[in-house]
């Protein structure tokens, strides 16, 4: 059964130092989205993509944040400076379609900065 | 406001039993698809079940099954014959359709199931 992949599974970095999170969607998805999840709080959206260009973004998603789908698998995640408060689990998921909905996330990504 | 509610932090079962979590949402749309999503302490995010709120039947997936209520908003996930597999924290989630598709997710319950 195809499955969304994320690498690294744990990121230890520095404060300011910049992190790629990256992700594998499956196959013949279109849409892409990446969340986070702080220790103990709410999955928050950060942003959704597609057709090279993102859809939406939420107040967490500034400019520290960009995304990009670098080839034809890879949909990846940069902070450009990390703060403390980007530690967190970074999901991506991928969806099919508009009609067809369900998003399908990855493993995540627990990135912890020092 | 687009909010979901959890208003069971923490609920234990006896393994075999049946357990129902609870889930209120709050949106002025009508077309939206609703699911539940489980996270076991490896922190994965796995699919249980969706419901497309245009459908009265309501799903069911295996073991699991849902009480979709949609005037009142509400959206229960029952756990019946319950394993100790099942343990983990569960998050109701719902996204609009014809919209930007981002998920709106509860805080979460954790599930504990008693051997």
């Known amino acids: 059964e195809p499955e969304v992949t994320q690498t690294p599974s744990h990121q230890v970095t520095q404060m300011g130092q910049e992190v790629i999170l990256r992700c594998v969607p499956i196959s013949n998805h279109l849409y892409f989205y990446w969340y986070r999840q702080i220790l103990g709080q709410k999955v928050e959206f950060l942003v959704s993509f597609y057709n090279n260009e993102i859809s939406e973004k939420s107040e967490i998603f500034d400019d520290q944040f960009s995304v990009e789908r670098p080839d034809g698998s890879n949909f990846t995640l940069k902070i450009r400076s990390t703060k403390l408060e980007d530690s967190a689990m970074y999901f991506c998921?991928?969806?099919?379609?508009?009609?067809?909905?369900?998003?399908?996330f990855g493993p995540g990504t627990r990135l912890t900065v020092l | 406001a687009q909010t979901v509610t959890q208003s069971q932090p923490e609920m234990s079962v006896q393994e075999a039993e049946t357990v129902t979590l609870s889930c209120t949402y709050d949106t002025s749309e009508s077309d939206y698809y609703l699911f539940w999503y489980k996270q076991p302490p490896s922190r994965q995010m796995i699919l249980v079940i969706r419901q497309e709120a245009y459908k009265q039947q309501n799903a069911t997936e295996n073991r699991f099954s849902v009480n979709f209520q949609k005037a009142a908003k509400s959206f229960s996930l029952k756990i019946s014959d319950s394993q100790l597999g099942d343990a983990a924290m569960y998050f109701c989630?719902?996204?609009?359709?014809?919209?930007?598709?981002?998920?709106?997710w509860g805080a979460g319950t954790k599930l504990i199931i008693k051997p």
């Open positions: 989630a719902y996204f609009i359709l014809d919209s930007n598709y981002q998920l709106i």
């Open positions: 998921a991928s969806s099919a379609g508009t009609g067809l909905g369900t998003q399908y």
